[in-house]
């Protein structure tokens, strides 16, 4: 059985007349010791999918699912109290913004302490050992001084490796981390997500590694998930979707990879950008954007289809091996 | 931390030259002099007018009256009150336990109402707990002093008979000055419903002089309370399975105060001028009352002095917060 299984999760913002869908239906699955890349662009809906998977979409946004399963738990239907168990031991979650995740009042050593303390208690002494113990296993030089540091002392990818340290306290058997790299500059990037993968492996833990990196999740995932407008547009293991994209999107993306234009006087790119609350078209939402749209496209929204080698795709023209659209 | 303290010791001294600039000469601006106010309507031969104004020194010309002033000032000499012929000094400290007991009380009321009242405004946001208490605090922020003191009379003194109309504490009770606070002094005596009778008499007083400030205190932590939830920082608590009750008294909160407690500081100013209404109204013996008599009978050395006392207390009440953020913000403690 999946560790994490989602069926058609839905978080919507705004009025209940006229709501806007961040995430709209999004099913998704993950086995024990799996890394999964979920890609898309900013607004796709990415993020919202993994806070609500934290729990932690408040009011006025809403999250329904047909299913929100844990481990064979339903994590819908138990008490806010059970789930905080879960959340920040089983799951865990690595932010955007390392310089702004940290709690500016309070030293590295209270913020990584306060997880161990809620989940595992222990002795003060004992969580100040554990404390160190991670800080060394996320390459932290001399532990014992960055403790007593604040985060305005720290530099970006140190306050990385100190989130990262945070949410691995409590052994979790699932790991988010919403694009971990973005706001650290390339060298660093690299470093953290080694460490990253390598922690993953070392613990067997579950991953979902969100990005808008695509040669990362060629790297690094097992399956990959692509998201647009809050949808699923394509699953699938990650060497057959970079072979043969079967979305037009995902077709789009791979081929806006600056690998692709070597020789190339511009890079390519997608034209437009991702629908928002007011500009949401008909049919499929990809259709201004897809230069493959036809009157169908514009007309029926397309649903994910399941082919038979497992892959899924949401299109009523998915591509062929060559990279034309079947009707 | 030192020259911190320097550059705002810098700050004062002109700050203080200011003050008594500026009492000096707005309370010479109001007609009439010390002599005619004594007088009365009987009104005062000229000669004899002239004759008691030079015996008060305040026939010579403005700008030596001043030096006078000023150099008194350095000696720790403010003067002798024209009314009473007791130093100004001495008569400012006899009353301030009274006014110091009463802002005291006003300030710990508007920080335990005005704070958890912001806290829960902002965390239930939109809702009909936020409505109520931003316009309970919105009313309370425009309540003109005098008239909520005098409605609050009509209804528990007058009304209810539940307090007592002026005064620290019933005139069956001859308590001895310990601290100066009567409520501790009451309690000290051991008589029986002393401190009763002195808590009765501070409730409605504390009351109307915390209004202004709790209101004001509760809007600040709502908006700094609000801005900081939407922090990440917030987020990474609650995702590692802290409580929300846990979240906001512990991360949020500590962040939130840092502007609240400026303001907290800010009130002390705004206590000092409630307190002369509040005094008034209800016939409290504090420097704010005593100074309001001073300036009816044109008192220059008492309205002086007990400005700048009063200005000096504000000043190092505001030295006293600059020094306090440092001790919740880490970053200004490792910046100095």
């Given amino acids: 059985m999946a560790l994490l299984q989602i069926k058609n999760l839905t978080v919507e913002f705004g009025s209940e007349k006229k709501p806007f869908r961040a995430v709209d239906q999004v099913c998704l699955e993950i086995e024990k010791g799996e890394v999964l890349g979920i890609v898309g662009e900013s607004g796709s809906g990415k993020s919202v999918t993994a806070k609500a998977l934290m729990g932690l979409i408040d009011w006025p946004g809403r999250v329904v699912a047909e299913k929100l399963e844990f481990d064979g738990q339903d994590l819908q239907e138990m008490s806010d109290k059970q789930r905080r168990k879960i959340t920040g031991r089983d799951i865990a979650m690595i932010f955007q913004e390392p310089m702004t995740s940290l709690n500016?009042?309070?030293?590295?050593?209270?913020?990584?302490?306060?997880?161990?303390?809620?989940?595992?208690?222990?002795?003060?002494?004992?969580?100040?050992?554990?404390?160190?113990?991670?800080?060394?296993?996320?390459?932290?030089?001399?532990?014992?001084?960055?403790?007593?540091?604040?985060?305005?002392?720290?530099?970006?990818?140190?306050?990385?490796?100190?989130?990262?340290?945070?949410?691995?306290?409590?052994?979790?058997?699932?790991?988010?981390?919403?694009?971990?790299?973005?706001?650290?500059?390339?060298?660093?990037?690299?470093?953290?997500?080694?460490?990253?993968?390598?922690?993953?492996?070392?613990?067997?833990?579950?991953?979902?590694?969100?990005?808008?990196?695509?040669?990362?999740?060629?790297?690094?995932?097992?399956?990959?998930?692509?998201?647009?407008?809050?949808?699923?547009?394509?699953?699938?293991?990650?060497?057959?979707?970079?072979?043969?994209?079967?979305?037009?999107?995902?077709?789009?993306?791979?081929?806006?990879?600056p690998e692709r234009s070597i020789g190339a006087t511009r890079l390519k790119t997608i034209p437009g950008v991702v629908p928002g609350q007011f500009d949401r078209p008909t049919g499929c939402l990809l259709n201004p954007r897809c230069e493959f749209a036809t009157e169908r496209c514009r007309r029926d929204i397309p649903l994910l289809q399941t082919d038979a080698d497992g892959r899924q795709v949401r299109c009523h023209t998915p591509l062929d091996r060559e990279g034309k659209p079947q009707p | 931390m030192f020259s911190f303290l320097l550059k705002r010791i810098g700050v004062v001294i002109p700050t203080f030259i200011g003050v008594t600039l500026l009492t000096f000469s707005l309370i010479r601006l109001i007609p009439g002099d010390p002599v005619e106010l004594m007088a009365g309507e009987r009104g005062v031969d000229p000669v004899r007018h002239a004759e008691l104004l030079a015996q008060m020194g305040l026939d010579k010309p403005l700008l030596l009256q001043y030096w006078h002033y000023l150099t008194g000032i350095f000696q720790g000499d403010l003067g002798t009150s024209i009314v009473t012929r007791e130093p100004v000094v001495r008569e400012f400290f006899t009353l301030f336990p009274a006014t110091l007991e009463l802002s005291l009380c006003a300030i710990i009321i508007a920080v335990a109402i005005g704070l958890p009242a912001g806290i829960i405004a902002a965390v239930k946001r939109g809702k009909l707990t936020d409505y109520t208490v931003m316009g309970l605090s919105l009313t309370g922020?425009?309540?003109?002093?005098?008239?909520?003191?005098?409605?609050?009379?009509?209804?528990?003194?007058?009304?209810?008979?539940?307090?007592?109309?002026?005064?620290?504490?019933?005139?069956?009770?001859?308590?001895d000055e310990v601290t100066g606070f009567m409520v501790?002094?009451?309690?000290?005596?051991?008589?029986?419903?002393?401190?009763?009778?002195?808590?009765?008499?501070?409730?409605?007083?504390?009351?109307?002089?915390?209004?202004?400030?709790?209101?004001?205190?509760?809007?600040?932590?709502?908006?700094s309370m609000l801005e900081v939830l939407r922090e990440d920082y917030v987020q990474v608590a609650r995702a590692k399975g802290l409580s929300m009750p846990l979240v906001v008294c512990i991360h949020a909160l500590r962040n939130a105060l840092i502007p609240v407690i400026t303001v907290i500081g800010l009130q002390i100013g705004v206590l000092m001028a409630g307190a002369i209404l509040t005094e008034t109204i209800f016939s409290w013996p504090g420097v704010g009352k005593w100074m309001l008599d001073s300036i009816y009978r044109r008192d220059y050395p008492s309205v002086q002095g007990g400005i700048l006392l009063i200005a000096c207390l504000v000043i190092i009440v505001n030295l006293t917060v600059d020094i306090l953020y440092g001790v919740v913000n880490p970053r200004i403690r490792h910046n100095r």
């Fill in chain 2, 141 to 175: 922020y425009s309540m003109p002093i005098f008239w909520w003191g005098l409605l609050l009379i009509l209804l528990f003194s007058v009304g209810l008979g539940w307090t007592p109309v002026s005064g620290r504490i019933s005139a069956m009770f001859w308590i």
């Fill in chain 1, 104 to 257: 500016p009042c309070f030293t590295t050593g209270f913020q990584i302490a306060e997880a161990l303390k809620i989940h595992e208690g222990g002795s003060r002494s004992e969580r100040r050992m554990r404390s160190l113990e991670l800080l060394e296993q996320v390459g932290i030089p001399d532990p014992s001084a960055r403790l007593k540091a604040f985060p305005h002392q720290l530099s970006g990818g140190m306050s990385q490796r100190i989130m990262i340290a945070m949410a691995i306290a409590c052994n979790p058997r699932l790991l988010i981390a919403d694009e971990p790299t973005t706001a650290l500059d390339v060298t660093i990037q690299a470093q953290i997500i080694d460490l990253l993968l390598n922690l993953q492996k070392q613990r067997q833990m579950a991953l979902i590694l969100i990005t808008h990196d695509l040669a990362l999740v060629a790297e690094a995932a097992h399956r990959i998930v692509v998201m647009y407008a809050g949808q699923v547009v394509e699953t699938g293991p990650v060497p057959e979707i970079f072979e043969t994209p079967r979305h037009p999107y995902t077709a789009a993306l791979l081929e806006a990879l």
């Fill in chain 2, 184 to 223: 501790i002094d009451a309690f000290l005596s051991g008589e029986e419903g002393a401190l009763v009778s002195a808590l009765s008499h501070l409730i409605l007083p504390s009351i109307v002089l915390a209004t202004i400030p709790l209101a004001v205190i509760a809007r600040m932590t709502r908006s």
